[in-house]
C-alpha cells in the first residue's frame, strides 16, 4: 500500500517556526519527485515547493521564497519542509505529494503529481 504521511504542523505564532515532514510507505522515494502544497479555507490549492528525485534542484513560490526551505532524506524515505519567519497567510492544510520521474527537475503544478497525503494544519496566529 503506497502511502504519504505527513506530520509536524501545528499552531504558531507569528515569526515563529515549524518543520513539516513527509514519510514516505510502501516504496521508496528515490524515483520520484516531491511537491508541498496548501490550501486556506475558501482558497483554491497552491504549489508551495518541490524537490527533483536527487534533492539537487528546487522550487519555491514567490510568497515562502527566503523563508521556506525544502530538503530530503532518500535514506530515510523523509522529505522535510522547514518553514521560518512565518506569517498568519500562512495558514493551510499543507499536503504533500509524490510523481515518478525520469528526469531530475520537479514543477509544482498539483496535476502532476499522483499520490498525495492526508495533511497537516498550520494555524499561524498570536
Known amino acids: 500500500h503506497l502511502q504519504l504521511v505527513e506530520s509536524g504542523g501545528g499552531l504558531v505564532q507569528p515569526g515563529g517556526s515549524l518543520r513539516l515532514s513527509c514519510v514516505a510507505s510502501?516504496?521508496?522515494?528515490?524515483?520520484?519527485?516531491i511537491g508541498w502544497f496548501r490550501q486556506a479555507p475558501g482558497k483554491e490549492r497552491e504549489g508551495v515547493s518541490c524537490?527533483?528525485?536527487?534533492?539537487?534542484?528546487?522550487n519555491y513560490a514567490d510568497s515562502v521564497l527566503g523563508r521556506f526551505t525544502i530538503s530530503r532524506n532518500n535514506a530515510k524515505n523523509t522529505v522535510y519542509l522547514q518553514m521560518n519567519s512565518l506569517k498568519p497567510e500562512d495558514t493551510a492544510v499543507y499536503y504533500c505529494?509524490?510523481?515518478?520521474?525520469?528526469?531530475?527537475?520537479?514543477?509544482?503544478?498539483?496535476?502532476?503529481?499522483?499520490?498525495w497525503g492526508q495533511g497537516t494544519q498550520v494555524t499561524v496566529s498570536s
Open positions: 510502501g516504496f521508496t522515494l528515490d524515483y520520484y519527485a
Open positions: 524537490i527533483s528525485r536527487s534533492g539537487g534542484r528546487s
Open positions: 505529494a509524490a510523481v515518478q520521474t525520469v528526469l531530475d527537475m520537479c514543477d509544482m503544478a498539483g496535476r502532476r503529481y499522483d499520490l
